[in-house]
């Protein structure tokens, strides 16, 4: 089909060319016929013609003669043929005359649904009911005298109460030629119901025929409402109302009321006869009605009901098909410039059937409602052609009958180039639906995107460009387009959503890894330039627009991130680098998961509060962990209080990521060593490392005999001693001993207004036998800064007790003395030194209370007479030994006590000598081989044999028993393994020696044991079986 040439010159070449060109691969639509055959229907019409035919579901009536019509009803599919006997003239009982002439039938009217019931109507004004389980017909008298033009079956009562089965025809509008409706139901071949409904006026002296009369639903209004259609020549008149039938017509008024109030169309009145068979056809499944008039066609939406009138609503403007002009040919193969007119109408999904005298003609229901196709129908092969018929309900079968042929129709091809002629009337949500294959879908789309391009609507247009994909519209013609109209965010609107399309579609997968990484690079230039553009403009006015440019950036990226390689992706950081879009490189970089590029970025900048933000908020990675360790010098010499917050949160705060407890501390030392330097801020790095450092270094107590049996079981380590930090990481504790040496440094660096370094010694004796802590690390650190109380904490830590002592005496710290003395691990010899001289430097004193304090707290190294000797001889403080008392009576009980005990032992152990002269001063005296009174030897005689296999006991290695048996060593151990095998090693394996194997515990066991072993004995046990005899 030829397109319309379009006025303007268009952007788009390759789209009108692709639009113009024909399709390929099939044919066009084209019209085709297909003959019924029936012998029987041949034989029917041998010798007569059909005058008139009804069809609905897969049944046919048709009716021969003109003068003396023959009714037949025909099952196609089943080839059988059935007349219909109509009453004769002369049995119709109480005529008061007699008709002039046989039934001639005119018209037949099938029900739409089943094609059960039958109405038949004749010229001379008798009609007729036939049931399709019946031969004969019946006269339907109340309708005698009446023109039957046509008739209704209702939806309502197809559906409805009063609903049409086997046996009812239901409710059934009749209209007649004189303008009258009835209401007609006919059950049991009987007028059940017969009402008039309405009488329409006639338009003029010799023209008041109904020519076709429609009820269906309406398109929308009121539950249960009613839409009567009613064509009369040229006019066409609608209502609504319901429930029923009966109420519709009701509620109309009368027919002078219709005609006055109720007019929906006119058209223009020609001199040519009206179709024949439907003229009023509805389209329910489109909500389209298409009425066929004597001059035109006029199809219009399906009316809409109002409760507030009883006029039908037609929303939309009706469309005016002109009946095609078909010339007359001649005899001679010419044409006169006459022209025919159709006599009947059959609308399909998308055309309009005419029935001609020699042809058929299918007309576009689309603007400009061209002719598609034809077919001629010469009468030497298809007879006189009569009409075409078409179910009401139902118009997807076309049947086409002559005088003597009855045919389907058929349309092939039909909706191949729908949609260019929809695409023409821009109705491209239709033409979507309809176009057969992907291109030309393709096709639809780019030229609906040409027209919102028209229309300036840039970024639906670039939406729909991408869509339709360069197959359809050229990549170029549309970024040349866009440009031209400096639409760069349509463009970039276009290539993204080209690259969606690229990637969402299948049957494009194997040209995406080419296309992609190109337009990927493309929009990310596009986005540069209009980022910088939005940035060097008012910020105020351009925030929400660059924040918005951002996140579609980065939709982007997310998208393509499987699809392109690492290369498009650093060439992508440059160009935002280039433009100056540093922040666009950190979003980039943080939706790409890569962290390191956005850290560098933000340092770089000298956004290093940022960066440590970001890296707080990551997920904990070794990546992550990798980032912190390598730019925390920066970080904490910048930022040192809010670095150790973050390095010390082990639950992250909301919004945060993993927290940073899985970062290494022993990584971080190079960063904390910054804290030793002089300069700005050093406080505060020095605060914020100690903090640190004593958090995952430092346990309250713990000690290290502990602490070592954790490193060697990790599974311990929450009930060991060990920081949380450390057990958290893990690992050698050595290891840490750099970060504990650190803390040294940095504890003895601290302020002390008072001098009594009472932090510092505080820390080293409460850390000092940690595994990590290194002593002479703190000795050197404390000697070099002249720290003489952790000195001496330092040297109890080395043993050097002596020494710590000493300088605790000399700083005159009693406590400090006693708590060396303590902790000393030499001999007792060792610690008795260590507490004399603390005896001897309190005593200087002459504190007899200080001196009991001290005796008590010697757990005993000290005695009383120590204390006593230690008190000078010319004390001034008057010290008697009565002060003593206590201490001195304890002592002596003690003494005391200790002697006793002593005497026990010398009495047990004389006892236990005489037992033993006993036991080994005389020989056997029963005569055995055991000598000793008490059984203590055994002797064996030269000719001795084993017990078990009967050979010399010298032989080999042998043990012998006090029960006087002997056995081999080997003979025991076979024997002891085979009695364990038979108890299925539910014991453990004893000591051969423990016992004799003959007379001992296995005699015993073996008396629980079974007399024959039936895992070996098997045949054993069926001789002794006890058979019945």
Known sequence: MEMRERDESSLFPSLEAALSRECTGHG?????????????????????????????????????????????????????????????????????????????????????????????????????????????????????????????????????????TQTSTGDVVVGTRAGVFFLLKVAHGREVTFKQLMELP??????????????????????????????????????????????????????????????????????????????????????????????????????????????????????????????????????????????????????????????????????PFDVVCSLNLPSAQYGNVRSLLVQPHNSTEITLYSDRRVYELHFNNEQDQVWRQLVSQKRFTEALKVAPNPLDKSLVIGAEAEALFQKADYPTAADKFATAGTSAVSF????????????????????????????????????????????????????????SKAFAEDPRDNKDQAALLQRELIDLVRLCQPHVDP???????????????????????????????????????????????????????????????????????????????????????????????????????????VALLPGGNSEDRQASATEYLTYCCCSPGGNRKEAGRVAQEPSRR?????????????????????????????????????????????YIRTQGEMPHFDVTFALRTCYTMGKTRALTVAYGLVGQYKLAVDVALDHDDLDLAIHDAKRCRSSKSGKRKLWLSILSYEAKKSDMDCLLKLYRESDGVLTIADVLNSIPVNSANGATLGMFRTEIEKSLDQYETEIHMLNMDLEQHKKTMDAVERDFGSGPSDGSNVEGGLGRCVILSQMQRCDLCRQIIYSRPFYAFLCGHAMHKDCLKEAMSVMAASKDGSEAAKDPAADCFICGHNLTDSLFMPFIDPNYDRNEIRDWEVTAG
Request: with cysteine.
């Open 567 to 673: 290369s498009c992706i650093q060439a992508l950081y440059k160009l935002l680098e280039s433009n100056g879009l540093y922040d666009s490189t950190v979003l980039v970089a943080e939706c790409l998961g890569d962290m390191r590029k956005a850290v560098e970025t933000m340092v770089s900048r000298g956004q290093t509060e940022r960066a440590l933000e970001q890296l707080y908020r990551y997920d904990a990675t070794k990546e992550r962990d990798d980032l912190i360790c390598e730019f925390a010098p920066v970080l904490f010499r910048l930022h040192p209080r809010q670095f150790v917050e973050y390095v010390m949160t082990t639950v992250p705060s909301s919004g945060g990521g993993g927290g940073w407890q899985t970062v290494d501390p022993r990584r971080l030392l190079p960063a904390f060593r």
């Open 28 to 164: 066009g639509p084209a019209l085709s016929v297909k003959l019924l055959r029936s012998d029987s229907l041949l034989q029917t019409t041998a010798s007569t013609t059909i005058v008139t035919a009804a069809v609905a579901n897969r049944c046919v009536y048709y009716a021969t003669g003109t003068h003396r019509s023959s009714v037949y009803r025909w099952y196609p599919d089943d080839n059988q043929v059935e007349q219909i006997q109509l009453p004769q003239p002369s049995a119709m009982a109480g005529q008061r005359s007699a008709p002039s002439s046989f039934a001639n039938v005119c018209a037949m009217f099938l029900d739409p649904v089943s094609a059960f019931h039958c109405i038949i109507a004749t010229a001379n004004n008798y009609n007729y009911y036939v049931s399709f389980d019946s031969s004969s017909a019946v006269e339907l008298v109340r309708l005698r005298g009446h023109q039957i033009e046509c008739v209704e079956w209702p939806e309502g009562s197809i559906t409805g109460e009063g609903a049409l």
């Open 718 to 762: 929450e009930r060991s001693g060990l920081p949380h930090i450390m057990q958290l990481v893990g690992g050698d504790s050595s290891s840490w001993t750099g970060l504990m040496n650190l803390l040294t440094q940095l504890k003895a660096m601290a302020p002390d207004p008072t001098g009594e370094e009472q932090e510092l010694c505080r």
């Open 476 to 531: 170029e013609e549309v970024c040349l387009a866009f440009i031209s109209k400096g639409q760069h965010r349509a463009l970039l609107s276009y290539v993204t959503s080209l690259i969606r399309w690229l990637l969402s579609s299948g049957r494009r997968a194997h040209k995406s890894g080419i296309q992609v990484p190109v337009l990927f690079l493309w929009a990310g230039q596009i986005y540069s330039l209009l980022l």
């Open 202 to 367: 006639t338009w003029s002296s010799n023209q008041s025929a109904i020519t076709a009369v429609r009820i269906c639903r309406p398109r929308s209004g009121p539950p249960q409402s009613l839409c009567c259609l009613i064509q009369q020549a040229h006019l066409l008149y609608g209502f609504t109302g319901g429930p029923n039938v009966e109420h519709l017509f009701a509620m109309a008024g009368s027919g002078s009321v219709v005609k006055r109030d109720h007019l929906l169309f006119e058209t223009p009145r020609v001199a040519r006869p009206a179709l024949e068979g439907l003229t009023l056809h509805i389209r329910s499944t489109e909500d389209r009605v298409i009425w066929a008039s004597p001059s035109a066609m006029v199809e219009f939406d399906l009316p809409a009901a109002s409760p507030q009138s009883r006029h039908p609503i037609v929303e939309a403007k009706p469309s005016i098909i002109p009946y095609p002009t078909i010339p007359t040919p001649t005899e001679h193969g010419t044409t006169t410039s006459s022209s025919q007119h159709p006599r009947a109408c059959a609308p399909t999904k998308y055309h309009i059937v005419l029935l001609y005298s020699s042809r058929i003609v299918a007309v576009s229901r689309i603007a």
